[in-house]
Structures are given as C-alpha cells and as structure tokens.
Nanobody, 124 residues
Framework: QVQLVESGGGLVQAGGSLRLSCAAS????????MAWFRQAPGKEREFVGV????????YYAGSVKGRFTISRDTAKNTVYLQMNSLKPEDTAVYFC?????????????????WGQGTQVTVSS
C-alpha cells in the first residue's frame, strides 16, 4: 500500500519561501510520476507540477513556473516542492500525488494515491 505524507507547510509572508516534502513508502517508485496539487477554499484542486521518479524530468503550471521547483531524493523516497517568491494567491492546501503508470499528467484523475495535504498560508 502506497503512503504519501506531506510536511513543511506553514505561514509565510509574501515574497518568502517554503519547502514542502512528500515522503513516499510502500512501493518501488522507479516508474512513478509524482505530482503536487493545491486546493484553495471554495476552489477546485489545481495542478502545480510533476516529476518523473526515474529521470527527474519536471513540468509546471504556468502560475508557478519560475518560482517553484520540484525535485526528488531517490535514496530517501522523498519528493520536494521548493516555493520561492510566494504570493497570497499561493495560499492553499498542498497535496502530493502518485501515478504508478508515470503518465506525467496534470489531471487529478490520473493519480491513484494522495497524501493528506499540508496547509500553506501566505500573508500580504
């Protein structure tokens, strides 16, 4: 059973930085794609970015490109989301998700496994 546990959320001022972590367990993830999504109150879950476990190839939503960076540590089975130049509109619960088929997608229904989420609040 795949488990994803996010951590690292918190309160930060606009312009600041945070690094989220997603610890993955329960499988060998070499063929997986791992993604970050976020959901603000009253809004749909939104794609942030994705990384392939094997090669580390990344793809980002336009709203975060150039400010956010996804990376992975294969030895620690952990995926990271480094968030810089944070804006109040980045405030949301951030979720880690895993696709066993590695489809490198921005669609929520592609991902079979989800973490519980971690709150990020950016004050103005």
């Amino acid at each position: 059973q795949v488990q994803l546990v996010e951590s690292g959320g918190g309160l930060v001022q606009a312009g600041g930085s945070l690094r989220l972590s997603c610890a993955a367990s329960g499988r060998t993830f070499s063929r997986y794609a791992m993604a970050w999504f976020r959901q603000a109150p009253g809004k749909e879950r939104e794609f942030v970015g994705v990384i392939t476990w094997s090669s580390g190839t990344t793809y980002y939503a336009g709203s975060v490109k150039g400010r956010f960076t996804i990376s992975r540590d294969t030895a620690k089975n952990t995926v990271y989301l480094q968030m810089n130049s944070l804006k109040p509109e980045d405030t949301a619960v951030y979720f880690c998700a895993a696709d066993p088929m590695g489809r490198f997608s921005s669609r929520t229904n592609v991902y079979d496994y989800w973490g519980q989420g971690t709150q990020v609040t950016v004050s103005s």
